[in-house]
């Protein structure tokens, strides 16, 4: 079993930046496929940025350049590094997971999700 926490979210002034970190726990998540998702009252959840166990790397477009998805397998963590912030940035941040080497943005391709971290970027 894998059990996700999401850390690192709070407020910020557009044009701010915030590190978020997902800590992973279970036999072999090191090899997991792992993603950043996000979901905005009222709107449906989206990917953000996933990442391969080699380190193969995909974005969405609206966060492209501004976001950077990384991992430290030795940790078992995932990080999102999120810069020139933007109100439309604001909702819930999950961590998701999945035994692949596969990478997506869907969420409907993950197994386990975090419990979530609240990113709320003012104007």
């Known amino acids: 079993q894998v059990q996700l926490v999401e850390s690192g979210g709070g407020s910020v002034q557009a044009g701010g930046s915030l590190r978020l970190s997902c800590a992973a726990s279970?036999?072999?998540?090191?090899?997991?496929?792992m993603g950043w998702f996000r979901q905005a009252p009222g709107k449906e959840r989206e990917g953000v940025a996933a990442?391969?166990?080699?380190?193969?790397?995909t974005y969405a477009g609206s966060v492209k350049g501004r976001f950077t998805i990384s991992r430290d397998n030795a940790k078992d963590t995932l990080y999102l590094q999120m810069t020139s912030l933007k109100p439309d940035d604001t909702g819930m941040y999950y961590c998701?997971?999945?035994?692949?080497?596969?990478?997506?943005?869907?969420?409907?391709?993950?197994?386990?999700w975090g419990q979530g971290t609240q990113v709320t970027v003012s104007s």
């Open positions: 990442v391969g166990s080699g380190g193969r790397v």
């Open positions: 279970g036999y072999g998540v090191s090899s997991y496929s």
């Open positions: 998701a997971a999945r035994d692949s080497y596969i990478i997506s943005l869907d969420p409907r391709w993950y197994s386990y």
